[in-house]
């Protein structure tokens, strides 16, 4: 599986990346160092020049990072700007540096031409600074592809069987199909539950409606709105996004994303909690101990079938009706990484005329 490189990924935790201290990721198998220091942000290439020792075990000097094998100074720009014992520095020496900004608690990095690198095109996660919402957060290492981790969040109706344990969905989750609707850089499903008393952690004690609405953006972040409204509130917006002061007993929001490590292995962040009005600390808490047991059993399945698919590499899939939504964000990285290639051959191309 291709993955679109034109998109900004979650390389980790902001509240995670310590003043000064290097810290080594990986995404789309491309090692990684980030560091914040000086007043500064950079993701380089975790590998020095020199030696090819990794630069995530260098040392911060002001915004500059010093490979601590032989003691070459990196520019944020992946530049050597010093050379212990040598007074010319050669214009080659440099590491490849990537677009990295901070945003929602996370930080994020661009994977593709640092030239199409628009901030804009940053998913509007919910992050810890946001004054609405009570999150707690996670994160999972999975050995299995990030394809099969976003296939799951886009098709919920594994929702009724993977998770009756934790989030105990209701049977007519799996019967009753959502709106999926294409956007410019992932689908939008919205679903209503009419008549319902709830699952596990939006449970009433009159029949209420319960909506679900996410945005599944490039290149594997879903933004999901839950909340629980007085019956009859479905048909009142026709089905569509409701007011959301008319919730009532539950409202919350989840941000999670998908980042492809290696080949074969992702890792995944989330989180999740209630709205202020509708829940505190110890909501939270409650619900992300639902979310450590839900998380873990889409794990469990999802690495055995990453087992399956490696030993029976000649199997098709076969779609059903809830696939709507896999098939388009598919279609959607296909199409672009079809148009990456191409514009990479070109620009291939170009350098080789001239």
């Known amino acids: 599986m291709k993955y679109v490189r034109n998109a900004w990924y979650v390389a980790g935790w902001a509240m995670d990346l310590e003043e000064s201290t290097p810290l080594a990721v990986s995404i789309l198998g491309e090692p990684l160092v980030l560091y914040q220091s000086g007043g500064v942000l950079a993701a380089l290439e975790d590998r020095c020049v020199h030696r090819l020792a990794p630069l995530s075990l260098g040392r911060c000097e002001a915004s500059n990072l010093r490979c601590m094998y032989h003691g070459l100074l990196f520019a944020p720009d992946g530049k050597v700007i010093e050379i212990p014992g040598q007074e010319v520095v050669p214009p080659q020496a440099r590491v490849k540096s990537y677009p990295v900004a901070e945003r929602h608690s996370w930080i994020w990095v661009w994977m593709g031409d640092p030239t199409k690198a628009d901030e804009a095109l940053i998913p509007p996660a919910v992050g810890f600074d946001d004054p609405d919402y009570i999150l707690g957060r996670g994160q999972l290492d999975y050995a299995a592809e990030a394809r099969l981790i976003n296939d799951n969040l886009l098709d919920f109706s594994h929702l009724t069987f993977v998770h009756a344990q934790s989030f105990g969905s209701d049977p007519d989750f799996a019967r009753v199909l959502p709106s999926i609707t294409p956007l410019p850089r992932g689908i939008r499903y919205l679903r209503w539950i009419e008549n319902t008393f709830g699952s596990s952690t939006r449970k009433t004690d009159v029949p209420m409606d319960n909506f679900m609405a996410y945005d599944y953006l490039l290149p594997g972040i879903l933004l999901m709105q839950t909340g629980v409204f007085p019956l009859g509130t479905a048909k009142a917006c026709d089905f569509g996004h409701p007011d959301l002061s008319r919730a009532v007993g ?28 509708f829940g505190n600390e110890e909501t939270r808490d409650g619900m992300m101990r639902v979310a450590a047991q839900a998380f873990t ?7 055995a079938q990453q087992r399956v698919i490696d030993g029976s590499p000649d199997a098709q899939v076969m779609p059903t009706a809830h696939d709507k939504g896999v098939t388009l964000f598919n279609r959607l990285i296909a199409s672009m990484v079809k148009q990456e290639q191409e514009e990479q051959l070109s620009k291939e191309l170009e350098r080789t005329v001239s």
């Open 250 to 277: 539950s409202l919350s929001f989840t941000s999670q994303a998908v980042t492809p490590v290696t080949e074969k292995t992702a890792r995944y962040f989330f989180s999740w909690g209630p709205h202020r009005n």
């Open 297 to 303: 059993e889409d794990k469990t399945m999802i690495e």
